[in-house]
C-alpha cells in the first residue's frame, strides 16, 4: 500500500496484470495518458498492431462488488500514443484501475483538483481479481493481498506486484 498526498500534480505508471485500488482523498482528475517509448513494437512488418486499453472500475459501497466499469482509453503503437483524458476520481468513493490487451504498462498524468494540503491522503494499492461463481462475467471480487504476500514482496523488492485470476464461467 502506498500513499500520496493529495494535491498538486500526479503521475502513475499503469502496469499489466497489476491492477491499482485507488481511494483518492480529493478530486483526482486524469488528464492525459501516454504510450511509453519502450512499450512501442520493434519496426518490423511482421510485428502485428496491438492495442493497450485502460478500464476503470468504480467499487460499489467500498465493498469487494464491482460495478460501473468502462474503458477510456486505447493506445495503438505508431497510431495513437497520447491521449487527452478528464477522468474524475472522486474522494469518498473507491476506483480500480487495470490495463489490458497489448503492452505493459502505461503512464497516467494529472492534478488533484481544489486548493490546500489539508486533504487526506490518496491511497493506492495493489490488488488481485477474481470472479464471483455464479456472478455475471463483468462483476468480479476484489480479493486483497495477505499481509503475508505484502511483506514478502516488500522484503524481495518486489514492491506492489499482483496478479489477475480470471476464472472461466461453467
Known amino acids: 500500500m502506498e500513499s500520496v498526498a493529495s494535491h498538486g500534480n500526479w503521475t502513475l ?3 499489466d496484470k497489476h491492477p491499482l485500488r485507488i481511494k483518492p482523498g480529493a478530486i483526482l482528475q486524469i488528464r ?3 504510450l511509453p517509448f519502450d512499450v512501442r513494437p520493434p519496426d518490423r512488418p511482421d510485428s502485428g498492431g496491438w492495442r493497450c486499453r485502460i478500464i476503470l472500475w468504480k467499487l460499489k459501497n467500498g465493498k469487494s462488488e464491482l460495478e460501473k466499469g468502462g474503458m477510456f482509453t486505447t493506445m495503438i503503437p505508431r497510431e495513437h500514443e497520447n491521449a487527452r483524458t478528464d477522468i474524475r476520481l472522486f474522494p469518498h468513493e473507491e476506483y480500480v484501475l487495470e490495463l489490458i490487451g497489448g503492452g505493459w504498462s502505461l503512464h ?3 492534478n488533484f483538483l481544489g486548493a490546500g494540503n489539508d ?3 490518496t491511497i493506492l494499492r495493489p490488488i488481485v481479481l477474481r470472479k464471483l461463481s ?3 462475467p463483468f462483476v468480479r471480487e476484489v480479493v486483497e493481498q495477505s499481509k503475508e504476500q505484502q511483506a514478502h514482496e516488500m522484503l ?3 514492491m506492489g506486484s499482483a496478479a489477475i485470476r480470471l476464472e472461466p464461467r461453467a
Do not use: E, M
Open 13 to 15: 505508471v499503469l502496469k
Open 32 to 34: 492525459r495518458v501516454t
Open 108 to 110: 497516467l498524468l494529472g
Open 119 to 121: 486533504n487526506p491522503d
Open 134 to 136: 455464479g456472478a455475471w
Open 156 to 158: 524481495s523488492g518486489n
